[in-house]
């Protein structure tokens, strides 16, 4: 992550504190919070750090941690759909009053769609991923079994959340990240656990599963696009899909994955970014078109490898190779893409498509 981070803290109507991080300069791109966030925790080859450096290099990319989590005010008595947008407008209005394009990743695409009709002079580009118009407790229809799936997931929250044991976060983890190996689930589980208290985990969850933006989905005007994996399984494919349906003129896009959140080395990462930068009218190269590196098939094989979380000698252990060997693939690939780290390798990798298998 090279980019500089600005961290400010805002107040949102009802006094509580919001922090929020900036990185970059050139026209805003705005993120609206989703609830595991924590602006100060950027982990190499997370998604997290794959959109800072994705976006800084050609804008003022912001984001910001929800109400409860994070660096925000953790103690708050308010946790509520509307409480969202009012942050969400807190910050935009602290980073300028020029339209700004605007993403919302799961649980925050109602925010973000919610807030784009509300202040439609606003936002100029609108991206959701992995959205949805209605939850468990809002959809007029309710299949009593989907009803139930959402009681489980309160349930589970409200007795396992502060657990020591991760058992109950994994089932969490297990929808988040189903293709997502043993060091990958554990990363998460600890962003979990160092983002949210577990009354926070079900306040937020109740809020949630009671979001309903059909009525601002059909008053939106502005470029909207609609991303969704196909194999989603914490929010089914058909649900990214009605949400787009709702949105005049919506671009949907599906992608191919089933993790709720792509990694950075997946397709559906590629993908996205592919995606946003149409939508935005700037090429992938942006700012300046670079020739695309070369790796050897060995190169690229130990990187995906890197980009799954695994050491060098786990690499070592599948490849049949050496550590040292697979230490040397990995150096001779930093020097192929001019990277100085790991991460930064992978993420440059990515965005050329020298990882598909």
């Not at 599963?209 to 929010?235: E, G, I």
């Not at 990995?330 to 965005?351: D, I, P, Y």
Request: glycine letters at 6%.
């Amino acid at each position: 992550m090279a980019a500089r981070r600005d961290i400010r803290f805002l107040t949102s109507p009802d006094g509580v504190q919001i922090a929020a991080a900036s990185y970059g300069s050139g026209p805003p791109l705005i993120k609206a919070a989703t609830w595991l966030t924590h602006i100060e925790q950027v982990a190499p080859g997370s998604i997290h750090e794959a959109l800072i450096d994705e976006f800084s290099r050609t804008r003022t990319y912001v984001e910001y941690d929800t109400r409860g989590c994070g660096l925000s005010q953790r103690r708050v008595d308010e946790i509520s759909f509307d409480a969202w947008v009012r942050d969400l407008e807190t910050v935009a209005d602290a980073y300028g009053r020029e339209p700004f394009a605007l993403l919302g990743f799961t649980c925050a695409a109602g925010v973000a769609v919610e807030y784009a009709a509300r202040h439609p002079e606003r936002v100029s580009h609108l991206i959701l991923f992995g959205g949805f118009a209605t939850s468990y407790h809002s959809t007029s229809h309710p299949d009593p079994a989907v009803r139930r799936e959402g009681d489980l997931m309160l349930e589970l929250a409200a007795v396992g959340w502060g657990n020591s044991s991760p058992a109950f976060r994994q089932v969490f983890v297990s929808r988040f990240l189903p293709n997502a190996n043993q060091a990958q689930w554990n990363a998460f589980d600890k962003l979990q656990r160092e983002t949210a208290s577990p009354d926070v985990a079900v306040r937020y969850l109740q809020a949630m599963y009671s979001l309903n933006v059909k009525d601002a989905a059909r008053r939106l005007r502005c470029p909207t696009l609609v991303l969704h994996p196909k194999d989603d399984q914490m929010v089914r494919f058909d649900q990214g899909r009605r949400l787009a349906a709702l949105i005049p003129d919506a671009r949907f896009v599906p992608l191919e994955g089933a993790n709720h959140i792509p990694f950075p080395a997946e397709p559906a990462y590629t993908g996205f970014v592919r995606e946003v930068r149409r939508l935005l009218g700037e090429s992938a190269e942006s700012p300046a078109k670079v020739p695309t590196p070369r790796l050897t098939a060995r190169q690229a094989e130990v990187l995906r490898h890197i980009a799954g979380g695994q050491t060098d000698k786990q690499i070592a252990g599948a490849l049949s190779l050496s550590p040292r060997t697979v230490e040397m693939h990995a150096a001779g690939a930093l020097k192929a893409l001019g990277c100085k780290t790991r991460a930064e390798a992978v993420h440059c990798a990515s965005r050329h498509g020298l990882l598909d298998a």
